[in-house]
């Protein structure tokens, strides 16, 4: 039987609903969520994904303050722009764009965001506290697809959990936050001896790699819940996952599509924690 496949839009949209409502709530209270995002240079991609950002926000009334600055901006004055806006206080989350043009250093500008604004959860000190599991944000990829496994009303606890990649921002939070929900997980990455071998044990199996449709039918366990963060072309040009999702959709129960499953969560976990950031300052606790 082929696999149920889950819709990521139609789940974001759901989700942005809930987050509206909460933005609402918030402005209610005298507080007006609001994100800025810097981005340095003229990278594409890049460009694409903080309209993206700036579009969402608008949709859900968050406000968002885009800082575009040229490719030659040095370390300091990038500094002293997120200095300026930690000491905002009326913003709430502050995100910078990432890759960022060689000569400044990423580690430095996200060691300097407030961490009670980071809404990417990418300082050290807050990627520290998801290894405790004592959180305020979220890293929003991972984040995103626990709300899949949610959605699918998949049940973590005792599962067989694989996770193919281990970058910081997606596969080693997302095997922490598996690990939270009592999940037996293992993390396999460009050195893992037999690949093959370690998959087909997987009842979840997370493809977070960045190689287009590496993991093949053969490679998963029949019934597995198989989610796709990868974003590539192949070789049409066309976007598609890590995942041979059209093979693989006939092993798996669960299964995630791209463009249209992860992608869409992405930003959707970033407006949640915008929120969460706007609801400590409220609270008090920043
Ligand atoms: P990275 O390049 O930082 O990490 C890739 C990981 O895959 C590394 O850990 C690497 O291992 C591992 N890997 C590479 N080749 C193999 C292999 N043959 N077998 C097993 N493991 C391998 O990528 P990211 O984590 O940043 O992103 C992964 C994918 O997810 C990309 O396609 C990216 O575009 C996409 N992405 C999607 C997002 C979304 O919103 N949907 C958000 C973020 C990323 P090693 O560590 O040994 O080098």
Redesign the pocket.
Same mark, same amino acid.
């Given at each position: 039987m082929a696999a149920k496949i889950i819709d990521g839009k139609a789940l974001s949209k759901k989700l942005r609903e809930q987050i509206k409502k909460d933005a609402e709530a918030l402005k209610s209270k005298g507080i007006n969520p609001s994100l800025s995002v810097i981005i340095v240079g003229e990278d594409p991609a890049s460009k694409t994904y903080v309209k993206n950002k700036r579009l969402a926000c608008e949709e859900v009334g968050i406000k968002s303050d885009v800082y575009e600055l040229p490719e030659s901006t040095t370390s300091e004055e990038l500094l002293s722009l997120v200095e300026k806006l930690n000491a905002d206080e009326s913003v709430h989350g502050i995100l910078v764009q990432l890759p960022l043009p060689g000569h400044l250093d990423e580690k430095v500008v996200i060691e300097n965001i407030r961490i009670d604004k980071d809404v990417d959860a990418f300082h050290p000190q807050n990627v520290g506290r998801i290894m405790i599991g004592d959180f305020d944000f979220l890293p929003c990829?991972p984040a995103?697809v626990m709300e899949i496994i949610d959605e699918a009303g998949v049940e973590v606890k005792g599962k067989e959990c694989v996770v193919?990649?281990?970058?910081n921002? !997606? @596969?080693k939070p997302q095997a922490m936050l598996l690990l939270h929900r009592h999940g037996t997980v293992t993390i396999?990455?460009?050195?893992?001896k037999d690949?093959k071998e370690v998959t087909r044990r997987a009842e979840i199996l997370v493809a977070?790699?960045?190689?287009a449709k590496?993991i093949t039918a053969d490679m998963v366990r029949p019934g597995a819940v198989v989610i796709d963060?990868?974003?590539?072309r192949d070789e049409n040009g066309k976007l598609c996952g890590?995942v041979d999702f059209e093979n693989v959709k006939e092993v798996a129960s669960v299964i995630t599509p791209v463009p249209g499953g !992860? @992608?869409p969560l992405?930003i959707t976990m970033l407006l949640k924690n915008t929120i969460k950031a706007a609801e400590l300052r409220l609270s008090g606790k920043a």
């Open positions: 990829t995103g193919v990649g281990r970058s921002i !997606v @596969g396999c990455h460009s050195r893992t690949l977070a790699v960045g190689k590496m963060v990868g974003m590539n890590d !992860v @992608g992405t």
